[in-house]
């Protein structure tokens, strides 16, 4: 019989003489773990009875008579009961500031996130936000999240939809794949952005029908015709509220290593600053946006340390836009394409090929890590070109596992040359959900149901991982593991049956395959002697429980470095 919510006994213990006929170790452990469902994600000893932690650090592993014997006067001891102990998840993508300002700024997503259905929503919502807080005219106002491909209409709002919330606020509403932008009259008109607005390099103005009028709405580079930043952080405490708040969501699901996937240098100062004045529960990994990084590789700030929980992790370049928003570039024409599209549509890149290729080199023999968009087969071919070109003639081949974010229309050729050069694909599976039917109307059935290929990913023994791109998605774990599991679509539909994992190898890509990716596997994603503690305890195990129900597992208490952060 399965015990109630957190079903854990924790006491601490003050014999003198822990095991009959025993003295107790000069160094016991500050935490012990017992219990059946410890699911160590280590091949070479994937269960074990019990775990203890002293300081930051697993100490042992294995059974409960071995590890009881670390047991002191001081140690806590938890009887996980029915509850299950994992390694701490790993964030292998994702935009962590999102998570905190999600929660006080303007949202528009559609359900289960948010409850926007239809444009007068998104139109409501707007002007509430408005007059709720008393936002004098002249001032910019910002909202994310909203979803064409679910609005009621099938449409992008436009700056005649955002005139009836203001045209005395300029308005900058962000489509949930950040993308994309929506904009009212009052912003174009600030912008400069007319009819005589060419179409930058890597991005296009949408115009109403019938005329080059721009409509509002702006694809890819052509938000960086806003006058105003859409990028603004704050600073000084309110950043730092921002930093520990996001961070703190990520631990209440279970992550102890979070990404900040495109990082400006004042952005990356800011952090460093923040961990140095008090240390982040959580390991936070950035990388440098490319078009801001330093030419100097020195000044990047690459490191495979954490300073108070901070370091640089590598570099983020952009090839591509985003399939939800008809913007990930492609071989083959969209079966059905933005409004107005030609027959032949297959979006475009955002990047100078022959720029991507030289960063990349340069940057690989460097020995700096990269982690590069593309989300469409085009902008694949052009990454691991890229890729391939870097590496030729280095013998041996440098082990850079240089990452393809999102990797949605992957084909399985570019599978087997990811194989061959060691490039690791970290998919955005949670978009069989939210955007699996989507895909299908978009690219056809074919490509639609084979979107994340992990299952083709594991035929060729491809290292990979799984993400959530908060805040394009929550950072929601155990639901990205249902997902990467059942991979059922909103309307039901199963998206490609033979691209789903197992629930063993989604953890793994949430835990050591996460580990993998940032070349941290020997400190972190398994339960290990020697490893840091980073550990999540459970309601249930996942590898017992209903897949169906993978993503309503509670999440009951999270460790990072051996100290609790976060408990239900």
Partial sequence: MRRSRHALTVFAVTLSVVLAGCAPQADPADTIFHGDNIVTMDPQQPTVEAVAVRGETIVAAGSMDEVMALQGPATRVVDLGDNALLPGFIDSHGHFLGAGRDQTSLGLHPPPVGDVNNIDDVVRKVRAWIDEHDIPPGEVVTGRGYDDSLLEEGRHPTREDLDRASTEHPIILTHVSGHLTTTNSATLAASNITADTPDPPGGHVRRMDGSMEPNGVLEETARGLLAFDRRATPSGEELDDLIRRSIDIYLSHGTTTIQDGGTGPAQAEAFQAAANREPFKADVAAFARFNETPTDLASIGYRRDYQGGFRIGGVKLMLDGSPQGRTAWVTIPYEEGPPGAPPDYVAYGVMIPDEYKSAAAELIRGGIPIIVHANGDAAMDL??????????????????????????????????????????????????????????????????????????????????????????????????????????????????????????????????????????????????????????????????????????????????RGRSVFSM
């Fill in 383 to 560: 990454m691991i070109d890229g890729v391939d070109e870097a590496v030729a003639g280095m013998d041996p081949m440098p082990d850079h596992r240089s990452v393809i974010i999102h990797a949605q229309l992957m084909r399985d050729d570019q599978l087997d040359r990811s194989a061959v050069l060691n490039i690791v694909p970290s998919f955005f599976a949670a978009h069989a959900f939210f955007w699996g039917d989507w895909h299908r109307i978009s690219f056809g059935e074919y490509r639609g149901n084979n979107t994340s290929p992990m299952g083709w990913a594991l035929e060729r023994g491809v290292n990979f991982t799984i993400h959530n791109d908060a805040s394009v998605v929550p950072p929601h774990m155990m639901r990205l593991v249902s997902i990467a599991v059942n991979r059922k679509t909103r309307s039901g539909h199963i998206l490609g049956p033979h691209q789903r994992l197992t629930v063993m190898q989604a953890l793994h890509a949430v835990t050591l395959g996460g580990a993998y990716q940032y070349f941290e596997e020997d400190t972190k994603g398994s339960i290990t002697v020697g490893k840091q503690a980073d550990l999540v305890i459970l309601d249930e195990s996942p590898l017992t429980a209903d897949p169906a129900n993978l993503e309503f597992i509670p999440i009951l208490e999270t460790f990072s």
